[in-house]
């Protein structure tokens, strides 16, 4: 049989502090942090009202020129012949050249207001699921139901953490089309279509912003929920006294 592995007094140490150090933080953000931000985010998500949709629009709208009259005077001038009136230049949006087109402040705030708020959940999140891994006891045959218990929760926080993650990756998304689409009014500034496009972004952005906000709030009341009920089998997966069953 082959010898256990034996580590140094200090290194063992360290690797004990750190696990009760790992412990203290996740059991304190269980029991105090998740329920705290459960209520921070929730009065942030009322805030939020779905009437505020038109608050938040912020489209480039300039007015088409109109044709240069250079067909003549009077009431019996020619018209201008179709050649020149599909040629006629229209000037890009006012400061179009050398100015800042600006993003949509609303939302650009509610982004960046939103941003820490996921990595503090997929941090808080990690810490947690880090000590429940360091609760798995060693294989062992029957016995199990604990751990399985265990493994489901970690996954479950693995989970949340995945979907943080895919959140913050969004935004640059919805920055890139709606850049495209305002390209397109300053070369375009006469198709209206182009700007009630922009309009429906922002507005779904603003939507999706607010059901990530409460994807968030979700997530701290499910796992405070969710192992305060199970904390009992997390901390000792297994039974001491399985030998007296028998």
């Not at 509610?110 to 699921?129: A, F, G, M, Q, S």
């Not at 479950?156 to 895919?166: D, G, K, R």
């Amino acid at each position: 049989m082959a010898s256990p592995l034996k580590l140094e007094q200090d290194v063992q140490g360290k690797v004990d502090s750190f696990r009760a150090r790992i412990a203290q933080e996740a059991e304190a953000l269980v029991s105090t942090f998740f329920p705290q931000k459960l209520s921070e985010l929730d009065s942030r998500v009322q805030e939020l009202r779905l009437q505020d949709l038109s608050r938040i629009r912020s489209v480039p709208a300039p007015e088409p020129p109109a044709v240069p009259d250079t067909a003549g005077d009077g009431p019996n001038r020619d018209p201008p012949p179709l050649q020149a009136q599909s040629t006629v230049k229209v000037p890009a949006l006012p400061g179009g050249e050398g100015r800042l087109l600006r993003s949509n402040q609303h939302l650009v705030e509610l982004i960046e207001w939103v941003k820490p708020e996921i990595e503090l959940l997929r941090e808080k999140c990690n810490t947690v699921r880090m000590w429940v891994q360091l609760l798995i006891p060693k294989v062992e045959d029957g016995n199990n139901f604990g751990v399985s218990i265990q493994e489901d929760t970690v996954d479950q926080l693995w989970t949340v953490e995945s979907t943080a993650a895919s959140y913050l990756r969004r935004f640059s998304t919805y920055y890139n089309t709606r850049a495209k689409l305002v390209s397109k009014i300053v070369k375009y500034p006469q198709v209206e279509d182009y700007r009630r496009t922009v309009a429906e972004v922002d507005e779904n952005e603003y939507l999706s912003v607010r059901q990530i906000l409460l994807h968030v709030r979700n997530q701290y009341a499910t796992l405070h929920d969710v192992i305060l009920k199970n904390i009992e089998k997390i901390k000792t997966p297994r039974s001491t006294n399985t030998d007296n069953l028998y």
